[in-house]
């Protein structure tokens, strides 16, 4: 084996990768340096014991494998140490705080798991007759009142697998609702805050996007937005809370002066974790809304998935919903998957979004976290989830700048000026924290401030783990500011790897491992 400890032969490092030098085997502590399974492999080593093969005379007539097949050779216990030290490579909410804002990553509770697990959930087909899954319609059916009811929205279409996958349902109800009409709107305004998903949503399905920038105080321009509106406006998708932490105060006028020339009202719902229980959108004046039950309602998120995305309509659009609905009669549940089969959907659809049913585990998980938290638990959790936002804020805005003046609601922005002149960047910021054990926030966005941090501490985190953090936060920023730019430049020190070029990465991943021989 060569000379370092797992196995990493004298291959050369990809792109601009740099291992840790100062250690002798790259590994830190016992966080190791991880060598691809290619990079490990020993021709003959294999985890189980094979019979010498006896090769006949080929019949393939000149056209076998010239070459080896490429398989890494490997004994049993480095296979299971190297699949297990990749698994224990995954930061996630279990590990440890992860305040990135504009995600939610909040505690998902042991329960929801439980429940979902269940045999008779669990173990469900999409295509068992519907008289086998009562239960699971009447689950459906259930969440779809929640959610019904925490939004005071007549509608609910459950099947969006995301909340892209939602803004894409309400989008297309309006494009129905409006293409019903007979008329011709094809600008939607998108506010310059706006996560990235709303410009494209609404790129997609044919309009063209407008934006409408913001003011001073991180909200709608107001003034900016009456300018804009006219008979060819589809509508305006708006985020509320926004993407700045703050809650839209003139949300009430804008749903008016929407509707006053005829165009929807999409509000983008993934903050809805802000003010659920506190304030119902449907009362905002709001036509839809996707729900991120993943962000709102716990469910493990990330890595692509899966979520769910349920998206509210209001009484204008509820006819415009795909397919498939859950109804309840006098002989039990019922799944409606074609629009002919029910005369109170209306008549224009735009059929299926998504085959079967929607994300059933996500189902079950969201409504057990609705369910063991009761209407009051829910408003308790936003009520928590904005005073840590705004603990974080207090106790942080001598030290760091923070973008706009106020209260904030789940989620707090802070700016890059705290660094001017130190020669240190938000990204450098960002990888000495990764050093002192916290998942950084999420960096350079929203776009209408410079060198954006964005912090999201979620109802789960303790004061203590808040403490900590801030502590943190505050020592590296004394440190930013006494000049200290190479300590910050060579941050992460403690990763087996330290810093990335992201660029390249982005830009020529490796995805292909090539033996030496072939390079
Ligand atoms: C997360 C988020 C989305 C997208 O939701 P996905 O479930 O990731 O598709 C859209 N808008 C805002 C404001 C978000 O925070």
Request: proline residues 6%; hydrophobic residues 40%; glycine residues 10%.
């Amino acid at each position: 084996m060569a000379d370092m400890s797992q196995g990493r032969k004298n291959v050369p490092v990809a792109g601009s990768l740099q291992p840790n030098t100062q250690t002798i085997s790259g590994s830190k502590g016992l966080d190791f340096d991880e060598p691809l399974i290619f990079e490990m492999g020993e021709d003959g080593r294999s985890g189980i014991d094979v019979q010498p093969v006896e090769i006949s005379p080929s019949r393939l007539g000149g056209m076998e494998r010239k070459n080896k097949v490429g398989l890494p050779g490997l004994s049993e216990p480095q296979v299971v140490r190297h699949y297990t030290r990749l698994s224990q490579k995954n930061y996630g909410i279990d590990s440890g705080f992860y305040p990135l804002g504009s995600c939610t990553m909040k505690h998902n509770p042991r329960v929801n798991e439980k429940i979902a697990r269940m045999q008779g959930l669990g173990d469900l087909h999409p295509l068992q007759p519907q008289s086998s899954v009562q239960g699971a319609l009447e689950l459906i059916d259930t969440l779809a009142h929640w959610l019904k009811t925490l939004t005071n929205m007549p509608a609910v279409a459950m099947s969006p697998a995301a909340g892209a996958h939602g803004e894409l349902c309400g989008m297309m109800a309006i494009a129905a609702a409006i293409e019903a009409s007979g008329e011709n709107r094809t600008r939607v305004l998108v506010p310059e805050s706006a996560h990235g998903t709303n410009p494209a949503t609404a790129a997609a399905c044919g309009f063209t996007v407008d934006a409408i920038p913001a003011t001073e105080q991180g909200r709608v321009d107001i003034e900016a937005f009456k300018a804009k509106l006219g008979p060819d406006v589809a509508g305006i998708m708006l985020t509320n809370p926004n993407t700045c932490g703050l809650f839209e105060n003139d949300i009430i006028e804008i749903a008016d002066e929407i509707h006053k020339v005829g165009g929807y009202f999409y509000c983008d719902g993934a903050n809805l974790n802000a003010i659920c229980g506190r304030v119902r959108p449907g009362d905002l004046g709001i036509d839809a809304m996707h729900i991120n039950l993943h962000k709102t309602f716990s469910t493990p998120h990330g890595g692509g998935g899966p979520g769910a995305g349920p998206t509210v309509l209001s009484e204008a659009l509820a006819a415009y919903a795909p397919v498939p609905y859950v109804v309840h009669g006098d002989d039990g549940f019922k799944l409606i998957e074609n629009k002919k089969d029910s005369k109170d959907l209306g008549d224009a659809p735009f059929g299926r979004l998504k085959g079967y049913h929607g994300q059933m585990g996500m189902f079950t998980r969201a409504l057990a976290f609705m369910m063991s938290h009761g209407a009051d638990g829910l408003a308790q959790a936003s009520g928590d989830a904005v005073l840590n936002a705004n603990y974080l804020r207090t106790e942080l805005e001598d030290t760091l700048s923070v973008s706009f003046d106020g209260l904030c609601m789940h989620e707090v922005l802070f700016d890059d000026r705290f660094l001017k002149d130190t020669g240190v960047s938000t990204l450098d910021f960002a990888k000495a924290m990764i050093d002192e054990g916290f998942h950084p926030m999420t960096m350079y966005f929203p776009l209408v401030v410079h060198g954006a941090l964005l912090m999201e501490p979620t109802e789960s985190e303790s004061k203590e783990t808040l403490d900590l953090f801030i502590k943190t936060i505050r020592g590296l920023a004394e440190k930013a500011k006494s000049g200290n730019a190479e300590f910050f430049a060579a941050a992460p020190r403690h990763t087996p790897r330290r810093r990335l070029d992201e660029t390249a990465a982005a830009r020529k991943p490796v995805l292909r491992w090539k033996p030496e021989a072939e390079e």
